[in-house]
């Protein structure tokens, strides 16, 4: 079922559309006018036709019993944006309305949203008689029923709503990229005959647009088709739309002090340009940015984006009456800037988004609703950007002030009265809500527009050091043998960073792209200060806290070798208590200590010693690795042999039992309780251990180690022990040695029984 009302494709008076690159052609006697769409700029996006044409339906809504104005729910032909407008671009909706869509896909019908409606009254200087107050477009995806209901604020009556009220349904189309053919048309297509009801342009009277109608027999004059004058197409910006007659004066197009981010061109985004017949208006410069918010929703696809942007175009010239969309760009949640009114994005076009204000302005609109929710990051880079490089044209810098020129008398969104012909301080980047009483961009993106003012002007925010790698931290310093990579993290994109300098003692090592997060570099012996310094694109720089990197290619020492000492415990054939000795240095700083053989284990820096065993009678290699925090490392592996001497291998006097048990070393022992009795060992080694059988009745016996004694050693135990080291000595080196063993023949109990000497060599 087609909706009545329907809003009229008004073909163009040859007059007004002279500019276009390609001319109007009449098809035959079929009455059937298109319209070509200008060539694209070669910077900013390729050529494409609408494969569906963007269509605008209007229906009225009539007035009910309970005072509100509704429209019941209704099926209509395929739309995806809609919004309620009005007679008088002047007058405000002062009630809330209220929609709700059929999905196309699903037939479910959605909950009710409201419409924005706290708007800007006219804000278009070129829009016609045929202007309207609306609401915000709201974005619903492909839909084909609507309900609608606008209540005044008191709700109880319609008194005070105004006349005229309307739902309009906007159909973006599909826009697909096509060769342009003679017989088929750039913009659209007529969907059927000029009698059938059904077509958008069936409700074109003589009374719509007496001097824009054009008849089937109407011819094509030289100056319809002309190419645009050569002082338009000078610059490929101010080609890459159709921009002004020849009577036009264009500005120049100024250098920015930032690079131009990518923006999808107009012809990329599919605009039909028979929309928006009139020539583009100029400022003298933009001093400051607005940024908004399109309302809607924020779950739309970014493959949709397009799509969205068109529905808007069709919505600000169809149902506002704009002679153009209104924004100067448009960005969408995943950072994808459009080019929004005509004119070449290079220059000062005039818009139509922030009144009272956009002579000296431009204007950025997010795709979505940010009351509540904030805007994403590749929104706020891309806002950021298309503002840095816009404002950088005319050399101003985004995080300062400016003083606006007042265009209207009224008041914003804070209570703030501006009173037309005066000046007042404003944001470089302003929101709308600053010039004007809305909501706009909504409270979430307001709060970010600080985000967005640092990240244009910089200098890079956020900018830290977070490691080094190929150096090692100990404490506050970093240890490395030369080469090593720094990395860092930032808050500002790396989009709006035009380079990060690495900072060797104040001095430049090395350079990284802005959207680079690391960079390497090989410093000089010593102790340095390393640093990042990042360049934004305005130029503007930003340093991070220095840290202290050691070069260090020096090797660990071991100024004591490892070293093996007998210790007390119980000795076995196959394994006597060591202690295993060291003492590791290093010039910058030692790390650690490795023991790689016979065992393995780490140990600390400052440790020098450890408990082990060592196998009897075979020659075993202490390799010991010591490591500095830059890298560098040693190793040192001398070999030691402990051996046992058993009791027989010693010179004895005096009285002695031999004894026999397998608790003994060898199975064997020696026993005596006469007094004097002595057993003399003689070796070569660094170090010895005397073993014993211990128990509550043993004595004591006198040490002589080299004709000296030494000391006086108790063998009582409360419990019975065997094979007990209970007395070391141990030498700085190897040297030939004797030890003596005297019963020293103590009362009550006098013997002492000894397992053998176990010494090191």
């Known amino acids: ?136 477009p709201l974005w619903v995806g492909p839909s084909d029923g609507v309900e609608v209901q606008v209540v005044h604020k008191d709700g109880s009556t319609s008194a005070g709503l105004p006349k005229g009220l309307q739902v309009n349904l906007v159909d973006p189309g599909v826009a697909t990229t096509a060769e342009t053919k003679a017989t088929e048309p750039a913009a659209y297509v007529a969907e059927a005959s000029p009698t059938d009801s059904t077509s958008p342009s069936d409700s074109t009277s003589p009374s719509d647009s007496p001097s824009d109608s054009v008849s089937p027999t109407d011819s094509v004059s030289p100056s319809d088709s002309a190419s645009a004058p050569a002082s338009d197409s000078a610059s490929p910006s101010a080609s890459s739309s159709p921009t002004a007659s020849a009577s036009v004066s264009v500005p120049p197009a100024p250098p920015s002090t930032v690079p131009e981010p990518p923006i999808v061109s107009r012809a990329g985004w599919g605009a039909d340009e028979s929309l928006s017949p009139d020539p583009s208006e100029y400022n003298a410069d933009v001093k400051a940015v607005f940024v908004h918010h399109t ?78 929710t904030g805007a994403s990051n590749a929104a706020l880079e891309s806002v950021a950007r298309i503002a840095a490089w816009k404002l950088g044209q005319y050399k101003a810098d985004p995080a300062t002030t400016v003083q606006l020129k007042s265009g209207a008398t009224q008041t914003n969104y804070f209570g703030t009265s501006f009173t037309a012909g005066s000046s007042y301080t404003f944001n470089r980047i302003s929101g709308h809500r600053d010039g004007y009483n809305t909501q706009c961009p909504g409270s979430s993106l307001y709060a970010q527009l600080p985000t967005i003012r ?37 808050t500002t994109p790396g989009s709006l960073i035009s380079r990060f300098e690495l900072l060797v003692d104040g001095k430049v090592a090395a350079t990284a792209s802005g959207t680079a997060t690391s960079v390497g570099a090989t410093l000089p012996s010593g102790r340095h200060g390393v640093a990042v310094r990042a360049v934004h694109q305005s130029g503007k720089t930003a340093t991070s806290s220095a840290l202290t990197v050691v070069t260090d290619t020096t090797a660990p020492t071991f100024p004591t070798a490892p070293k093996i000492s007998l210790r007390t415990g119980t000795v076995n054939t196959t394994a006597v208590p060591v202690t295993l000795g060291w003492k590791a240095a290093d010039d910058a700083a030692l790390k650690s200590v490795s023991l790689l053989s016979p065992t393995t284990a780490t140990f600390g820096p400052t440790t020098t010693s450890s408990s082990r065993t060592a196998k009897s009678g075979t020659a075993s290699t202490w390799s010991m690795k010591a490591y500095d925090y830059a890298g560098n490392t040693r190793t040192s592996s001398p070999s030691y042999t402990p051996v046992i001497l058993q009791e027989t291998s010693a010179v004895k006097s005096g009285s002695w039992t031999a004894r026999s048990s397998s608790s003994y070393l060898g199975g064997k022992s020696y026993s005596s309780g006469s007094k004097g009795a002595s057993l003399t060992w003689t070796f070569t080694g660094r170090s010895v251990s005397w073993v014993v059988s211990r128990a509550s009745s043993s004595g004591q016996a006198y040490v002589y180690v080299d004709g000296v004694k030494v000391s006086t050693v108790d063998l009582k135990s409360s419990s019975t022990l065997y094979r007990q080291a209970i007395w070391t000595k141990t030498w700085s080196g190897s040297a030939k040695h004797t030890v003596k063993i005297v019963v020293v023949g103590t009362s009550g109990r006098p013997t002492i029984t000894t397992d053998g000497l176990v010494y090191v060599k």
């Open 1 to 136: 079922m087609s909706p009545r009302g329907t809003r009229a494709y008004r073909p163009l008076s040859f007059k007004r559309r002279a500019w276009l690159t390609l001319g109007a052609v009449v098809l035959g006697s079929g009455g059937v006018v298109t319209y070509a769409v200008a060539g694209p700029s070669a910077d900013h996006g390729t050529g494409v036709r609408a494969k569906r044409p963007v269509k605008v339906y209007d229906l009225a809504l009539k007035g009910t019993a309970s005072g509100k104005r509704a429209l019941p729910r209704t099926e209509t032909r395929q739309f995806s944006m809609l919004g309620v407008s009005w007679t008088g671009p002047t007058q405000r909706l002062h009630g809330t309305a209220q929609v709700r869509t059929r999905g196309l896909e699903t037939g479910a019908w959605s909950a009710w949203r409201d419409l924005e409606t706290d708007t800007a009254p006219l804000v278009d200087p070129e829009a016609g008689p045929d202007a309207r107050g609306a609401s915000e």
């Open 295 to 372: 309302d809607g929703s924020n779950d739309y696809s970014c493959a949709d984006s397009a799509a969205i942007v068109r529905g808007i175009y069709a919505y600000h010239t169809q149902t506002n009456g704009w002679n153009d969309i209104g924004y100067n760009f448009l960005v969408d949640k995943c950072g994808t800037i459009f080019e929004g009114r005509k004119g070449g994005v290079d220059r000062p076009v005039l818009g139509a988004h922030t009144y009272g204000w956009n002579r000296e302005s431009a204007g950025i609109a997010v795709l979505g609703e940010y009351t509540s």
């Open 454 to 490: 640092a990240w244009a002007s910089g200098p890079v925010q956020g900018l830290k050091l977070t490691s080094l790698s190929g150096a090692a931290l100990s404490g506050s310093t970093y240890y490395t043998k030369g080469a090593i990579t720094a990395k860092w993290s930032t």
